[in-house]
């Protein structure tokens, strides 16, 4: 090696290289914008829009390929795109697949930023969006511009379990593509891409590893995962002019938490059963919402492809009319173990209130009139998570 005398130069040139290969528990780390090529012959010989060749920051480095690929695998698909976030993991899908004129269905309990999207995108270029019941695959109907159709299971924050069999099934009829945002299941729950006695499978997956992969509270991120290699060409080529691109540090951190994302889903399931039993129980709800409940709507659905021991760790409440909105406020601000914050999959418990009215498209007769409020039920003992809520509810009084 030449040595350099000037001390500028020194500062950026270490004399310590890394040993080519050591093992360590967990992978090492690269960041990167740039990478740096050994030869012109390796400039132009590279592969990148094959994915996992190394070019460039943005197109990935072994620590998002690592994650990307440990996503893909947990999901049962064969590709996987790291976003920022999970709502960005969401824009890249209806960016790559829609265009103007094109057709696509939601579920009336998708995640709302989802729906604002598309909304969006409705009004600037011509896409239709049409809201679908996703306990009734009949009120999906799609017409011949119909390109997409989003599911998610169970929905945000009612938590209903949608018929998946059928609208999959309508839609491979149809020749819409199916994207299922996977956030609630995490992979754990069910398999996506081989779900029930007939071995169906969503097109796209969707997930949200911002919460149960990152587990901490602390991290955003998203992924898109897929089967087909022509429909991964599309998302990729989408992904790379878009700049979409995450951070070393942030990949790693993930890649470090999936160790335990199954012992914490699995731990953080009993707790809300365990919180959940004890809900049902109390007189100020009109309605306790969980899809492992046999009243709660699309119960049936969820019993089709799910089991009790991975149902994830959301409950909603409903509370009887009676009890309004100062009211609902006061027993949120007293609860002191559950938070008041968006988001869900970290170690602490979460509550957040939603006024239904504001909420949904069509008519719902499954859900009671009400205020709800939504729990995250996080690592902290159940027992104490039941006295917390509780103490709070006695404040009603
Ligand atoms: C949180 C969430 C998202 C969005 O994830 P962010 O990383 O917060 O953008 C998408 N879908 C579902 C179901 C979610 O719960």
């Known amino acids: 090696m030449t ?21 360590t528990i967990q992978p090492p780390l690269f960041r990167a914008s740039t990478i740096i090529f050994k030869s012109t012959a390796h400039l132009f010989d590279r592969h990148w829009t094959d994915a996992y060749d190394y070019s460039y920051g943005t197109h990935g480095t072994p ?40 057709e696509v269905w939601v579920a009336d309990n998708i995640y709302g930023p989802n729906l604002e999207h598309l909304k969006n995108l409705q009004e600037r270029y011509g896409i239709t969006v049409r809201i679908y019941n996703p306990i009734d695959a ?44 996977n956030t609630w299941g995490a992979g754990l729950a069910f398999n996506a891409f081989d779900f029930s006695d007939e071995h169906l499978s969503v097109d796209i997956t969707v997930h949200a590893l911002t919460k149960y992969p990152s587990g901490g509270g602390d ?15 599309k998302l990729f080529r989408i992904h790379a002019i878009q700049g979409i691109s995450i951070s070393g540090d942030d990949t790693a951190q993930i890649q470090r938490s999936l160790a335990h994302m199954s012992l914490r889903y699995d731990q953080q399931t009993q707790n809300a059963l365990t919180v959940l039993t004890w809900l049902k129980q109390q007189p100020q709800f009109a309605q ?19 089991t009790t021991d991975k149902s994830a760790g959301l409950v909603s409440v ?26 869900w999959g970290g170690p602490v418990s979460l509550v ?11 008519k719902n007769t ?22 917390d809520i509780q103490n709070a509810l006695k404040q009603l009084e």
């Open 288 to 306: 306790v919402l969980h899809p492992s409940l046999p009243d709660s709507a699309g119960h049936v659905f969820w019993k089709e492809i799910c």
């Open 138 to 181: 009949g009120s999906f109907q799609p017409t011949e511009k119909a390109k997409l159709i989003w599911l998610e299971a169970a929905g945000s924050v009612t938590l209903e379990f949608p018929d998946l069999k059928n609208l999959v099934k309508k839609a491979q009829q149809a020749n819409v593509l199916t994207a299922l945002d």
């Open 318 to 343: 409903i509370f009887k009319p009676e009890y309004d909105l100062a009211a609902i406020r006061k027993f949120c601000d007293h609860l002191q173990l559950f938070k008041l914050g968006f988001s």
């Open 219 to 233: 991290i955003l991120m998203g992924s898109v995962v897929t089967r087909d290699q022509a429909l991964h060409h």
């Open 3 to 23: 040595t350099h005398k000037n001390r500028q130069t020194l500062l950026i040139h270490a004399p310590r290289q890394a040993p080519q290969y050591i093992e």
């Open 63 to 102: 620590t998002t390929f690592t994650l990307a690929d440990n996503i893909a695998q947990i999901e049962g698909g064969r590709y996987c795109l790291l976003a920022p976030s999970g709502l960005s993991a969401i824009n890249l899908v209806n960016s790559a697949v829609l265009s103007k004129d094109d």
């Open 352 to 362: 957040m209130l939603y006024d239904l009215k504001t909420m949904r498209s069509l």
């Open 366 to 387: 499954h859900l009671q009139q009400g205020l709800l409020v939504r729990f995250c039920i996080g690592l902290e003992h159940a027992q104490d998570l039941i006295q």
